[in-house]
C-alpha cells in the first residue's frame, strides 16, 4: 500500500511539474523594467515566446484597470513580437493580460504618476473636522483594560489591551516591550491589520508584536485590530462577527460621517497612538505604523491624522483616492463611488477619510509597495494620494503585483528587489 501511495505521489508530482513546464510558454517584457514611464514617452511591451507553441495568445490591454483600450489575438512565431506600442501625455495606467491556454500573465505600467491628483476635492473644513475628533477623543478620560499574556521571551512582557475610545468600539490589541528599557530610550512600532474579520491576517497576534518589540534595542510594539474585537477568542466568536455585525463593514455608512465606519476605525488608530506616546519609554522621535492592504489605508491615514507619526511602511495600500472613481479611474478599495448609493451625500461624506486629502500635510517617510497589476487598490489611487504628502518617500512600484503575494517564480525578483529591502528599512529604522 506504501509503495502503491508513493508511485501514485510521483506521477502527480511529474505531471504537475510537466505541465508548469509546458505552461511557460511566453515571457511579457516591457521598455523600462520598473514599468514607470515619462509623458509622452515611448511603451513598447514585447512576447518573448519561451517554447514553441501552435496555440495563440489572446491580449487584453486596459486603461486605468478597467477602460478595455484593445484587445486582439497573436500567434508566437517563436521570435519576439511586439504586442503594444503607444505613448500617453496624461498620467494613467496600463494594464496586459495575455491568455494562452491555462497560462495567463499580467503586466502593468504607469505614466507620469507623480502628476496624479486626487479625484475629489479636499474639504475646506477637513482640518477643523478632525481637530474637533481628537478634541472629543483627548477629553475622554483614558481607560485601559490589561490582561497580562505569558510569554516564554525572558526580558519582555505581553498584556492584552483594551483602550476605551469616542468610537462605536474599542481599541484592542496586544502590546509587548522589553521589560527594563529606560526613559525615552524606545521608538514606537503600531501594526495595523488588512481587510476581512476571521482570518488569521485580520487578527492581533502575540508574535507580531513580540517580533517587532525585538527588533534593534527593543521598541514597544503594539499589534491593533481593526475592529476592536476580542483578542484569542475561538474561531466560532470571529466567524459570527463576519456573518453579522461586521458583514460588508467596508460600506456601511458611506452617506454620512457620522456613520461612516472608517470613522471609528480611525478614531481607534488615534487612541492607540495616544496610548503609546504616554508611555515614559517612548524616545520622542519615532513612530512607525505598518500594514498591508486595509492595514496599508490605515497606516497612512496615520501618518496623516497624527504629525508624530515619522514613518509608515504601506503595503499595496486601500483607503486611497476614493474619488479617483469619478474622474475615468478606478478608485481605491472598497470603491466606494462604484456603489449604488447616492452620490452627492457620499461626495460630502467621503473625502474626509480618503487618504488622498488626509496625507496633505504629512512630513512622515512613507515606504511603499505598488502592483501595477491590482485591481483592488489600483496603483493611480495609491499614488495620487501619497503625492499629497511632504515628506520623503520610497517607492516600489511592481510590474506584475496583483493584490495578493507574487507566486514562486515572481518572488526570485520581488524578495530581493522589494520584500527584503522594506524589511530592512524596518529594521535600519528601530536600531
Not at 506504501?2 to 509546458?22: D, P, R
Not at 486601500?318 to 447616492?342: H, I, S, Y
Not at 517617510?365 to 493611480?380: M, R
Request: proline share 6%.
Amino acid at each position: 500500500m506504501k509503495t502503491n501511495f508513493q508511485s501514485l505521489f510521483l506521477f502527480i508530482f511529474l505531471f504537475c511539474f510537466v505541465g508548469t513546464i509546458q505552461a511557460q510558454t511566453f515571457t511579457l517584457k516591457q521598455t523600462r523594467e520598473n514599468g514607470v514611464y515619462k509623458s509622452g514617452e515611448k511603451i513598447r511591451v514585447t512576447l518573448v515566446p519561451d517554447t514553441e507553441s501552435a496555440d495563440s495568445v489572446f491580449i487584453k490591454v486596459f486603461k486605468n484597470n478597467n477602460q478595455l483600450l484593445f484587445e486582439k489575438s497573436v500567434l508566437p512565431a517563436g521570435n519576439p513580437m511586439i504586442v503594444f506600442e503607444a505613448a500617453f501625455k496624461e498620467p494613467c495606467s496600463v494594464m496586459l493580460e495575455a491568455k494562452q491556454k491555462e497560462k495567463k500573465q499580467l503586466l502593468g505600467l504607469i505614466v507620469s504618476p507623480k502628476k496624479l491628483l486626487p479625484g475629489t476635492e479636499c474639504p475646506k473644513d477637513l482640518a477643523a473636522y478632525w481637530d474637533q475628533e481628537k478634541q472629543t477623543l483627548n477629553s475622554l478620560l483614558m481607560e485601559v483594560k490589561t490582561k497580562k499574556i505569558e510569554i516564554n521571551e525572558p526580558g519582555y512582557e505581553c498584556r492584552d489591551i483594551e483602550i476605551n475610545c469616542t468610537g462605536p468600539k474599542p481599541a484592542r490589541g496586544y502590546f509587548v516591550k522589553p521589560i527594563h528599557a529606560g526613559v525615552r530610550s524606545l521608538p514606537i512600532v503600531l501594526l495595523v491589520h488588512a481587510a476581512g474579520v476571521k482570518g488569521s491576517w485580520c487578527r492581533s497576534e502575540v508574535a507580531n508584536a513580540l517580533n517587532y518589540a525585538k527588533k534593534g534595542n527593543g521598541a514597544l510594539c503594539f499589534d491593533l485590530n481593526a475592529h476592536g474585537m476580542l483578542n484569542g477568542q475561538p474561531d466560532e466568536y470571529y466567524n459570527n462577527l463576519e456573518a453579522g455585525e461586521l458583514k460588508d463593514y467596508y460600506v456601511s455608512g458611506l452617506e454620512n460621517r457620522e456613520d461612516l465606519y472608517f470613522r471609528g476605525m480611525y478614531l481607534r488608530l488615534m487612541r492607540t497612538i495616544e496610548f503609546l506616546t504616554r508611555k515614559p519609554e517612548w524616545d520622542k522621535k519615532r513612530i512607525i505604523v505598518i500594514g498591508e492592504s486595509q492595514g496599508g489605508g490605515q497606516a497612512l491615514a496615520a501618518a496623516g491624522l497624527d504629525p508624530r507619526v515619522s514613518a509608515v511602511v504601506a503595503t499595496v495600500p486601500a483607503m486611497c483616492d476614493w474619488g479617483g472613481t469619478l474622474v475615468n479611474r478606478k478608485g481605491g478599495w472598497p470603491q466606494p463611488f462604484e456603489r449604488p448609493l447616492n452620490q452627492e451625500k457620499m461626495k460630502q461624506t467621503l473625502p474626509y477619510f480618503d487618504t488622498a486629502h488626509l496625507l496633505k500635510n504629512s512630513k512622515a517617510i512613507l515606504v511603499v509597495e505598488i502592483g501595477l497589476v491590482d485591481q483592488t487598490c489600483p496603483s493611480t489611487s495609491i499614488y495620487a494620494a501619497i503625492n499629497q504628502a511632504k515628506g520623503k518617500k520610497i517607492i516600489y512600484p511592481v510590474p506584475y503585483r496583483e493584490h495578493t503575494w507574487p507566486n514562486a517564480e515572481q518572488r526570485k525578483n520581488w524578495d530581493s528587489m522589494v520584500f527584503n529591502p522594506k524589511n530592512e528599512f524596518v529594521d535600519n529604522y528601530l536600531k
